[in-house]
Nanobody, 125 residues
């Protein structure tokens, strides 16, 4: 089993930046594709960004492309989400997730079998 713990959430003004981190433990971190999802109140959980096990391939939701950057540091067992030019619409609980034996590309919650507890991101106007 993989344990994931997010950190870095908080309150930020529109146009600002925030960097989320997700520390992984339990199994070999480098064997997993990693992704960030988010869920706003009354909305279904949606894909935000993903990164392959090699850190060479990334994929993003259209709504965040050009503003968010996902990366991973396998030596530190950590995945990051750098969020720039934040908008109030980005307000949500952000979750990191891990998918075993997947090179990358998936946007489905069903693919990611391990989840963190989530961290709240609130963007004010």
């Amino acid at each position: 089993q993989v344990q994931l713990v997010e950190s870095g959430g908080g309150l930020v003004q529109a146009g600002g930046s925030l960097k989320l981190s997700c520390a992984a433990s339990g199994r070999t971190f480098s064997s997993y594709a990693m992704a960030w999802f988010r869920q706003a109140p009354g909305k279904e959980r949606e894909f935000v960004a993903g990164v392959s096990w090699s850190n060479e391939i990334t994929w993003y939701a259209d709504s965040v492309k050009g503003r968010f950057t996902i990366s991973r540091d396998n030596a530190k067992n950590t995945v990051y989400l750098q969020m720039n030019s934040l908008k109030p619409e980005d307000t949500a609980v952000y979750y990191c997730a891990a998918a075993p034996r997947v090179s990358g590309g998936s946007r489905s919650t069903k693919t990611y079998v391990y989840w963190g507890q989530g961290t709240q991101v609130t963007v004010s106007s």
